[in-house]
């Protein structure tokens, strides 16, 4: 019998069983690079989004997918909550849509091994009036379905990435329908406190306090311009893959957006992208998560990496190196 993997599980069970703190990825920041145990690029991968042409991380996780690199066992495609107490802004076709022209694109130049797109969540999960998760009623979708049986198939020292970035819904309905796969997972997502990514609030409360948690930037963005720049970007060949990051740089939401939800994605393969981490609690508060800062030798539930913990120049350098692989377009 595995104790190391009886005394995770049992510690889950405790957070399952009462409001105790999550269990924070265990990691090191060593030669200025942050490293999580058990997490490297060989581990499974399932992606998760609303948006597909707002962002280049699709571009680089596919590139990486192409060559071999990634072992990338789905795509998720989940709603766009924004303003969903007014009855949603966006429909899930939308989304649908957009993720299906992504792939398309991605395949007409050639990529391959890029998994189906999978239908993700199309509602946000609503607090119970009694404030515990348990009595949230789910709303499982076969995308919380995919998460689910590629959790079953790791292990709590080699677990699964979810990396999300959009609601992080889709991850939370399979927490709560099989939530015995919450040792066998880390959520990676991005500015999900008081930001866009944090729409369904219930939902990233959730993930922060019953999975192993990480999130880019603790409710900050991304400068105008601080990784990318259309010049950037002129070594690629040209391509219905390429030639749509070439427009989409030159756009005012392409330069502000600059990597995106994509900062976990670069990380992943070159951990010099992220030079520091801070241990962080999750509060809700009306419709929104907050990280709140604790103090030291105090407990926590997710791990944040703070926007000024980024190396800009190494996260452009990684994702060029992908996007330049002469084995990526032959």
């Not at 703190?21 to 490293?35: F, I, L, Q, S, Y």
């Not at 962002?55 to 766009?80: K, M, T």
């Not at 797109?117 to 946000?124: M, P, S």
Request: with cysteine; charged share 25%; aromatic share 10%.
């Amino acid at each position: 019998m595995n104790l190391e993997r009886v005394a995770m599980a049992f510690l889950f069970a405790l957070c399952l069983a009462s409001r105790v703190p999550a269990v924070v990825p265990e990691h090191t920041t060593a030669d200025g690079a942050v490293r999580l145990a058990g997490v490297g690029p060989d581990n499974p991968i399932v992606y998760d989004n609303d948006w597909w042409f707002d962002v280049f991380d699709n571009n680089y996780l596919w590139a990486q997918a192409s060559v071999g690199n990634v072992n990338l066992r789905g795509n998720i495609v989940s709603r766009d909550m924004w303003d969903w107490q007014k009855g949603y802004h966006y429909t899930f076709e939308q989304s649908w849509k957009d993720a299906e022209k992504a792939l398309k694109l991605a395949r007409d130049s050639g990529l391959n091994h890029i998994p189906n797109l999978t239908r993700g969540a199309d509602r946000v999960l609503l607090r119970p009036e009694s404030g515990r998760i348990e009595d949230t009623v789910a709303h499982p979708s076969d995308g919380s379905r995919l998460i689910v049986a590629e959790a079953k198939k790791a292990l709590p020292e080699k677990p699964l990435l979810v990396i999300v970035g959009g609601p992080q819904t889709t991850v939370a309905n399979a927490l709560l329908t099989n939530p015995e796969i919450a040792p066998n997972l880390v959520v990676f997502n991005l500015t999900v406190t008081g930001g866009y990514n944090g729409k369904d609030g219930w939902s990233a409360y959730l993930v922060a306090t019953r999975t192993r948690s990480v999130d880019w930037g603790g409710g900050q963005f991304w400068d105008k311009d601080s990784v990318f720049t259309a010049k950037d970007f002129d070594a690629l060949p040209d391509n219905p893959f390429t030639l749509d990051m070439k427009r989409f740089i030159k756009t005012d939401l392409g330069r502000a957006n600059q990597l995106g939800d994509g900062a976990p994605l670069v990380w992943l393969f070159q951990p010099r992208c992220w030079t520091g981490a801070e241990v962080r609690r999750a509060e809700f508060h009306g419709t929104t998560l907050r990280y709140v800062p604790v103090r030291p030798g105090e407990t926590g539930d997710v791990l944040v990496i703070p926007k000024a913990s980024t190396d800009l120049r190494a996260s452009r350098d990684e994702f060029f190196r992908v996007m330049t692989n002469p084995k990526l377009f032959p």
